[in-house]
Each structure stands twice: as C-alpha cells, then as structure tokens.
C-alpha cells in the first residue's frame, strides 16, 4: 500500500524542542552527488543507534553516530553552538558564517544494529565521516 511508503522518513515526534528542526521527507540527498537515496525506515527525534546528518543553510552536510535519542544529540549539538564552543566542528562552522540555530536541519539516515555495533557500522560511520564538512556540488 502506498500509505506504507509515505511513512518513511524522519519525522517529529511533536513534542520536543527539536522538532523543528527535523528535515522531513522520505529521501536523502547525497551530500556530494546531490542523488536521490529512497530512505528504509521511519524515523522520529526519539529514534536511538542511528546515523543522523545534520544540514546547515550553506548546503554542508555533518554526518554522526548516537546511540542515544537524536534529539539529545541535537540538543547538545544546539547548546555547543550556543556557547561557542568553537573547538568542535560544527559550532566553529556555525559562527564563522554567522548561521543562526534555527536554521539547523537535521536527518536521521539509518538505524544501526545494535547487535552489531562495531562491525559493518563503526565502518560505514567511518567512511562517512571522511566527507563530513565537504562542500556538495563541486561538479555540476
Ligand atoms: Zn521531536
Ligand atoms: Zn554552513
């Protein structure tokens, strides 16, 4: 049924203070080939083990890991921001450019096994992280 389809994606839980900055839609953009990539499962702020991206108005893309609820991890990627702790990547990001938090989206890609953490997935987070910070549409 199509209603299945429609349920993938992030979506808000519409509760938290992060909600607002969920990137909805049931597709990825790939940061460096701007591909469509369908998404496989339906994910809120409450989902725990995922992959998340974080967007930022200027088009890049910050790819992590959390075992806990991404809204957590937004909430301390939010308050990083806020009190500048310009040492980490993206908050130095944030105030080089002068973007606001508002305009924060973020996304989660995929759930990770728990069971399987430290194999396939510390993997593909590895490869991913290579392209954190890069900017997308070098080539046209
Ligand atoms: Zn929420
Ligand atoms: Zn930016």
């Known amino acids: ?15 938290c203070l992060q909600c607002n900055n969920v990137l909805k839609g049931h597709q990825i953009f790939h940061p460096q080939t ?17 992959v998340y991206l974080i967007k930022c108005p200027c088009r ?15 909430s301390q990627h939010k308050s990083n921001i806020r009190c500048k702790r310009t040492y980490l990547p993206l908050p130095y990001h944030f105030h080089e450019k002068g973007h606001n938090i508002s305009q924060l989206r973020f996304q989660v890609l ?31």
Do not use: N, W
Not at 60 to 74: F, G, H, K, N, P
Not at 111 to 118: C, H, N, T
């Open 34 to 50: 701007g591909k469509p990539i369908p998404m496989r499962g339906y994910y809120t702020c409450e989902s725990t083990h995922v």
């Open 60 to 74: 890049l893309a910050y790819v992590s890991e959390t075992t806990q609820m991404v809204r957590d991890r937004i």
């Open 110 to 140: 995929e759930q990770i096994d728990p069971s399987r953490r430290g194999e396939h997935s510390v993997k593909t987070l590895r490869k991913r992280e290579a392209s954190d910070f890069r900017t997308q549409g070098t080539q046209s």
């Open 1 to 15: 049924m199509a209603s299945k389809t429609m349920r993938r994606g992030t979506f808000t839980c519409l509760g």
